[in-house]
């Protein structure tokens, strides 16, 4: 009865967001302990407390970006399209252009990017981030970056990676470089 309910509910995230969600399949045929394990990163990784949603999503879709050109990054954008942000920022993110991104944005995106390459620069932003928005906004970005690397990593571990592709934002297609992390 359980994997009848959860299949239901990934078929119906599966219409709602356009998103192939096979691995879940996959995995729920293997054990239903095993989606149960899985889906607990979900709370973790919708925690956003005191941060910006721009700073929050630029952070989320960094590190999407980072781990996968495809289908998981194009979530993640759509995700951020729905809670409001701005398609411009979207974009920027995307393109890796911090200087077109508001300035939430550009401090989560770089907060990303220097946490995901275990850059130094990442301790002057988390100042900034602490300076600006306090410490439950650092652990809430510190939670989009260590979740968002989750899903993809889990879906190409288990074969279900795609091919890069051009991301839309706002309707328009927009070429998506792979990050490397």
Not at 57 to 83: F, H
Not at 104 to 117: E, I, K, S, V, Y
Not at 155 to 170: E, M, N, P, S, T
Request: hydrophobic share 45%.
């Amino acid at each position: 009865m359980l994997k009848w309910l959860i299949r239901r509910r990934v078929a119906a995230f599966e219409r709602d967001y356009g998103y192939d969600s096979s691995y879940i399949y996959d995995m729920l045929d293997v054990s239903l302990r095993a989606v149960l394990a899985f889906n607990r990163i979900m709370p973790m990784s919708r925690y956003r407390y005191d941060v910006p949603k721009e700073a929050w999503y630029a952070a989320k879709i960094a590190t999407a970006q980072s781990e996968d050109c495809g289908p998981c990054t194009q979530l993640t954008v759509t995700m951020a399209e729905r809670a409001g942000v701005d398609p411009n920022v979207i974009r920027a993110v995307v393109n890796r252009e911090p200087g077109a991104m508001s300035a939430d944005a550009a401090l989560g995106f770089r907060f990303a990017m220097a946490t995901l390459a275990h850059d130094m620069a990442a301790d002057e932003y988390r100042e900034e981030i602490e300076r600006r928005w306090g410490k439950h906004a650092l652990v809430s970005l510190a939670f989009v970056i260590a979740s968002a690397r989750v899903f993809p990593t889990v879906k190409y571990a288990l074969g279900h990676g795609k091919a890069c592709q051009r991301i839309v934002v706002a309707g328009a297609a927009t070429p998506a470089p792979r990050l490397a992390a």
